[in-house]
């Protein structure tokens, strides 16, 4: 445009020795006023472009800053998720054992049961020709009881076992001799009547703990049971079977129970 108002003012400088008609004049004036009004609107879009310009360069500095700041957000959500799924992999890991274990576990209780139960059938079929006299075979918690009322094996306020008594325990020791992986553990229990004239004994803790280790002692030194499988304790009148302190409750009360549980070394390494 600059060039046209340049070549225009040539053009009439070159000619203003020419006498020029007033239409052609006025003609010349209007081109250089439109010429001029051109020029005038070219620089004004020319400002606005460079404002829009200017505009956008700093639009795309801050585009470019966000870029870079979601970009080091991604950065930061991945090295995230990898520590996320890292961890997920390990808790599955984890579990994935946690679950082996548990099946070894229920597989080893599952065992202990059928043991167990298998036990209890052996003891009924050995001990059944004593079961009217007060012998009874129970399971509870996973152990098996041979409950013999004080009446099968020994008289009254006594510690020494009868011939009957030891005919009962010589039916369960052959059956123990056959399961070595079961622990024995014999316990007195008396009534709650007290002890007179009984000599040496005292109450019913020296009672309930005498009769228990007559019993360990015939099953270790007459029927060989190893004594390390074996224990004897006194529980005196303090675990009743019925709290009614009838002369049937109490003969109830007074018992020898053996009870035999199965060993789970196995199931101990595992929770340890």
Same mark, same amino acid.
């Given at each position: 445009?600059?060039?046209? !108002?340049? @070549?225009?003012?040539?053009? #009439?400088?070159?000619?203003?020795?020419?006498? %020029?008609?007033?239409?052609?004049?006025?003609?010349? %004036?209007?081109?250089?006023? &439109?010429?001029?009004?051109?020029?005038?609107?070219?620089?004004?879009?020319?400002?606005?472009?460079?404002?829009?310009?200017?505009?956008?360069?700093?639009? /795309?500095?801050?585009?470019?800053?966000?870029?870079?700041? %979601?970009?080091?957000?991604? &950065?930061?959500?991945? =090295?995230?998720?990898?520590?996320?799924?890292?961890?997920? *992999?390990?808790?599955?890991? *984890?579990?994935?054992?946690?679950?082996?274990?548990?099946?070894?576990?229920?597989?080893?209780?599952?065992?202990?049961?059928?043991?167990?139960?298998?036990?209890?059938?052996? @003891?009924?079929?050995?001990?059944?020709?004593?079961?009217?006299?007060?012998? /009874?075979?129970?399971?509870?918690?996973?152990? +098996?009881? +041979?409950? !013999?009322?004080?009446?099968?094996?020994? &008289?009254?306020?006594?510690?020494?076992?009868?011939?009957?008594?030891?005919?009962? @325990?010589?039916?369960?020791?052959?059956?123990?001799?056959?399961?070595?992986?079961?622990?024995?553990?014999?316990?007195?229990?008396?009534?709650?009547?007290?002890? #007179?004239?009984?000599?040496?004994?005292?109450?019913?803790?020296?009672? &309930?703990?005498?009769?228990?280790?007559? +019993? +360990?002692?015939?099953?270790?030194?007459?029927?060989?049971?190893?004594?390390?499988?074996?224990?004897?304790?006194?529980?005196?009148?303090?675990?009743?079977?019925?709290?009614?302190?009838?002369?049937?409750?109490?003969?109830?009360?007074?018992?020898?129970?053996?009870?035999? =549980?199965?060993?789970? *070394?196995?199931?101990? *390494? %595992?929770?340890?």
């Amino acid at each position: 445009m600059k060039k046209l !108002l340049i @070549l225009f003012f040539g053009t #009439v400088c070159l000619s203003s020795c020419i006498v %020029l008609s007033p239409k052609k004049y006025k003609n010349l %004036l209007a081109t250089r006023d &439109s010429l001029s009004t051109a020029l005038n609107s070219a620089n004004t879009r020319i400002e606005s472009l460079e404002d829009e310009i200017l505009r956008l360069k700093s639009d /795309t500095t801050l585009l470019h800053s966000q870029i870079a700041d %979601l970009n080091s957000k991604v &950065s930061g959500l991945n =090295s995230n998720n990898a520590n996320l799924r890292a961890a997920s *992999d390990k808790l599955s890991g *984890d579990l994935k054992k946690r679950e082996a274990r548990l099946k070894e576990v229920e597989e080893i209780l599952r065992r202990r049961d059928a043991a167990t139960m298998e036990l209890k059938d052996k @003891l009924q079929k050995a001990l059944l020709g004593f079961q009217q006299s007060g012998l /009874t075979v129970e399971i509870r918690n996973g152990k +098996v009881y +041979v409950s !013999l009322t004080d009446k099968l094996l020994f &008289s009254s306020g006594s510690i020494v076992i009868d011939e009957k008594g030891k005919q009962a @325990l010589a039916g369960l020791a052959t059956v123990l001799k056959t399961q070595p992986e079961i622990n024995v553990s014999v316990e007195g229990h008396t009534d709650n009547q007290k002890v #007179v004239n009984l000599g040496q004994i005292k109450d019913n803790w020296d009672l &309930s703990v005498l009769r228990a280790t007559s +019993v +360990v002692r015939y099953l270790t030194e007459v029927q060989k049971i190893e004594n390390n499988r074996i224990t004897a304790t006194g529980k005196g009148q303090y675990q009743p079977i019925e709290d009614a302190n009838t002369p049937e409750a109490r003969s109830r009360n007074r018992r020898i129970e053996i009870v035999l =549980s199965p060993k789970l *070394d196995e199931l101990y *390494d %595992l929770i340890k």
